[in-house]
């Protein structure tokens, strides 16, 4: 399932995770629906460089992310979990592989992956995305807090 993370991936104790959904609820409660633009065409790594990705960067909606995360990583701190990267780069991921695969996905192959998502003819459509809900994974639960 296609998403934007607005955390990094952590353990959560099980006792946690009742106390954890409703500091999210909480605090996810004022927001408001908005609209994102995922468009740009990047390749990232996770931090340890075993994996490359193939994303779709926000352009729209970055600053209304920024203020999710902020109330996200508040909850984080309550349960001592790490907080979200300083300047993230919200994106979609579409593809991944394994290892660092980032100088030969850069380049000619960044620009030809750019000109297609440019050229699609429905891009308009496909590449806006309506927030309506945040979503909590944990294990195999999920839990979903509308916005308004």
């Not at 607005?6 to 609209?35: D, G, M, N, T």
């Not at 203020?67 to 979609?92: A, C, G, N």
């Not at 309506?132 to 195999?140: A, D, V």
Request: aromatic share 12%; hydrophobic share 40%.
């Amino acid at each position: 399932e296609l998403h934007v993370s607005l955390s990094q991936s952590v353990v959560l104790r099980y006792h946690w995770i009742s106390p954890f959904v409703q500091a999210l609820k909480e605090r996810l409660a004022p927001f408001h629906r908005f609209f994102c633009v995922a468009d740009q065409v990047k390749v990232y790594t996770n931090q340890n460089k075993t994996r490359t990705f193939i994303g779709l960067e926000v352009s729209t909606g970055h600053f209304q992310l920024l203020e999710l995360v902020s109330e996200v990583d508040r909850v984080m701190e309550e349960f001592d979990l790490p907080t979200f990267y300083k300047d993230p780069s919200f994106h979609i991921s579409l593809a991944w592989c394994v290892g660092d695969l980032t100088s030969r996905l850069e380049g000619q192959c960044l620009r030809e992956l750019q000109d297609i998502v440019d050229k699609f003819e429905d891009s308009a459509h496909l590449l806006r995305i309506q927030w309506e809900q945040i979503r909590c994974k944990s294990g195999n639960k999920y839990f979903s807090f509308p916005l308004r």
